[in-house]
């Protein structure tokens, strides 16, 4: 690994002989460097202020999530996917219960259905609150990281009263909910759906009319819709390029079949356009969640599961629609205890190397918004 | 398209192709390496096919043999199917590289030669990407030891 305590180092240059000669030269952005979000190193080769390559060195969290499933029990390796994506914690273990369920063929009660969409769901708005908040702090917001967390705390206050916990929260397990809702939960969620829908509208008023933040965003990191569907970009980077790649739409699970939403597609493929799609989806996702709550059935919070949970040889592949994009569980049995094979396919790993491709010749303080906007949750890449 | 249309299309490029149903939800089609690259190509580029979104790609290892596993697509159609690559030989493993037709394919087989040593020819860049360069050994193959990191119940 080259030396990334020096900062910049020369290159040779490409021997032209003009009047004004210039040097190409390498940087290294992090691994510790504020807006990668946690370790992430960058080495990125720049002519003055231009990118003219990006290149991500990943891997300095890795924990081989993957190795460590094959020697844990269907019910342990829920529990190891809240580290992925911390930030979507709730979709990563239904990915796994879901897959697990289709192996065994199991059909959860309505009411799991139900409350797991919900969770999802406001799971999804606190992950975008953060991101919005952080994203203004990238390009020099401070007030927007307090209004996102502010914000973001009245959904981690519900979570803490339903299961204990504020951010890896473990509700999932196979078969449906670790625990029934709490009795608080309906009027405390609905609560904060009237606080939220009156508090969404100033992030609008914050940063989407804001000039200095257009002209820091807009036409900013184009990636076209054929480069993304090749780099596999999902989620709302996906779709701020034209990819209609949303899960609960293609593939819908749980409760996203008995529910009225919209796929939020944008064309302008650039890092406005991303911003766009997310503040979009905090609208869809207080809509979903109005559908549902009133609504959810009575019954039991958990189907009937053996302790020990074999599933039948075969091959089991779950996509959910995560914050990010799309997380895939690639599930092989060969009728143990624990899998023979597990893969993570999480969105993070693919949409991080499309920011070569999409940050080639601008400048490098645009890099700090193109990333903010793919929203990039390390471990998510590491696993 | 459906499974059956697609079959009948496959075996028109390679017709030693091996198909199977069972035990999986997609349609899956295992293939020697010295075919991938064409029937990746027919896949990619032809337009009652068009599967152009690779959402997963990875390996697995089976003991007797390696393999490398290709979720693939539609975003056009919607159909999906399931590429597979058997391997025989362990000591010197090689495919062919697609990423030059799924560009999402070069980082996806950088970890899968970083975690199963599977090398893939012709790759613009073939490095370790998770673990260190000089890691030694393959994490994520079976006969793989490890006294110090892991340990064993």
């Not at chain 2, 394919?105 to 599977?118: K, M, N, P």
């Amino acid at each position: 690994m080259s030396n990334i305590f020096s900062l910049i180092s020369d290159k040779d240059s490409k021997g032209t002989s003009s009047a004004t000669e210039t040097q190409e030269y390498f940087v290294n952005m992090g691994p510790q460097h504020p807006s990668t979000h946690g370790v992430l190193r960058l080495l990125l080769t720049l002519d003055g202020e231009i990118i003219r390559k990006v290149e991500p060195h990943i891997g300095y969290i890795h924990r081989s999530i993957e190795k460590m499933c094959e020697k844990d029990s269907y019910q342990q390796i829920v529990h190891l996917t809240d580290r992925m994506d911390y930030l979507s914690c709730h979709m990563n273990n239904e990915a796994v219960c879901l897959a697990v369920e289709k192996g065994l063929q199991l059909e959860v009660p309505d009411r799991v259905k139900f409350i797991r969409t919900i969770i999802s769901e406001l799971t999804r708005l606190s992950s975008h609150q953060l991101w919005w908040g952080v994203m203004g702090m990238d390009l020099g917001a401070i007030t927007t990281f307090l209004y996102g967390f502010r914000d973001r705390e009245q959904i981690t206050d519900i979570f803490e009263e339903t299961c204990g916990a504020r951010l890896t929260m473990n509700y999932n397990v196979p078969g449906g909910v670790m625990f029934d809702i709490h009795p608080n939960f309906q009027k405390r969620t609905k609560d904060f759906l009237k606080y939220f829908k009156e508090k969404l509208p100033e992030y609008d008023e914050l940063l989407t009319g804001n000039v200095i933040f257009v002209e820091r965003t807009k036409d900013i990191g184009y990636l076209s819709k054929e480069d993304a569907i090749s780099f596999g970009v999902t989620g709302p980077s996906g779709r701020a390029s034209g990819f209609a790649c949303d899960v609960r739409k293609k593939d819908p699970y749980s409760a996203y079949d008995r529910v009225d939403f919209k796929e939020i597609i944008r064309t302008d493929c650039d890092s406005f356009g991303r911003y766009k799609v997310r503040i979009a989806e905090m609208y869809e996702s207080l809509h979903i969640i109005e559908q549902l709550i009133d609504n959810i059935p009575e019954g039991d919070f958990k189907a009937k599961t053996k302790a020990v949970i074999k599933l039948p040889p075969g091959e089991y592949y779950q996509r959910v629609e995560t914050a990010r994009g799309e997380l895939g569980v690639y599930v092989i049995s060969d009728n143990k205890k624990s899998p023979y094979r597990v893969k993570f396919r999480s969105p993070g790993f693919s949409n991080l190397f499309a920011l070569d491709t999409m940050a080639k010749g601008y400048k490098i303080a645009d890099l700090v918004a193109m990333m903010s906007t793919l929203d990039l949750v390390i471990p998510d890449i590491d696993r | 398209m459906s499974n059956d249309e697609l079959k009948n299309r496959i075996l028109k490029v390679v017709p030693e192709a091996e198909f199977s149903e069972e035990g999986s939800e997609f349609l899956n089609v295992t293939v020697t390496p010295e075919h991938l690259h064409k029937l990746a190509e027919d896949l990619k580029n032809n337009a009652e096919i068009l599967l152009d979104y690779m959402f997963c790609l990875t390996g697995v290892d089976w003991v007797s043999h390696l393999m490398v596993v290709y979720h693939l697509e539609s975003t056009v159609h919607g159909h999906k199917m399931v590429l597979k690559v058997k391997i025989s030989d362990r000591e010197n493993p090689a495919v062919d590289t697609v990423s030059d037709i799924w560009k999402t394919a070069e980082f996806h087989e950088r970890e899968v030669y970083d975690l199963f040593g599977i090398k893939f020819n012709n790759h613009p860049d073939l490095r370790r990407i998770l673990l260190e360069e000089d890691w030694e050994g393959y994490p994520l193959r079976k006969d793989y030891k490890d006294e110090v990191n892991i340990v064993e119940l």
